[in-house]
């Protein structure tokens, strides 16, 4: 969780400074970093897939409301699609695509200290 942290403090500062690359690149390093957090407390286990998309598997596992769980995990997916656009291809990104990843980064991020408190 301490690491999902770092990574949205980072993302934020890096869009106040118009990084905005950087800026998604660390929203979904934050989202990502969460899921890990919740699928180790609830499950055990984290996922050691390269692609992040065995992050998203385990997490759509977790033993939570299911509506919940699918209600959030779109704004986890979203943050994984942008990684590509971010850490991959050759166009840098705009201000609108670090305030999506952001949103999307902040609100995940804050349901799962949630479920994390609980």
């Not at 942290?5 to 106040?16: I, N, V």
């Not at 118009?18 to 969460?34: K, Q, Y």
Request: aromatic share 8%; net charge negative.
């Amino acid at each position: 969780m301490r690491k999902s942290e770092q990574f949205l403090r980072s993302a934020e500062s890096a869009a106040e400074r118009e990084d905005w690359d950087a800026a998604v690149s660390h929203a979904v390093h934050a989202g990502i970093a969460m899921a890990d957090a919740l699928t180790v407390f609830y499950l055990g286990e984290r996922s050691a897939s390269q692609d992040h998309h065995g992050s998203f598997r385990l997490f759509e596992g977790l033993p939570l409301e299911r509506e919940e769980v699918a209600r959030n995990g779109r704004h986890l997916s979203s943050l994984i699609a942008a990684k590509t656009r971010a850490e991959y291809e050759e166009r840098l990104l705009a201000e609108r695509d670090a305030a999506n990843a952001l949103e999307h980064a902040k609100r995940f991020c804050r349901w799962a200290r949630d479920q994390l408190a609980g």
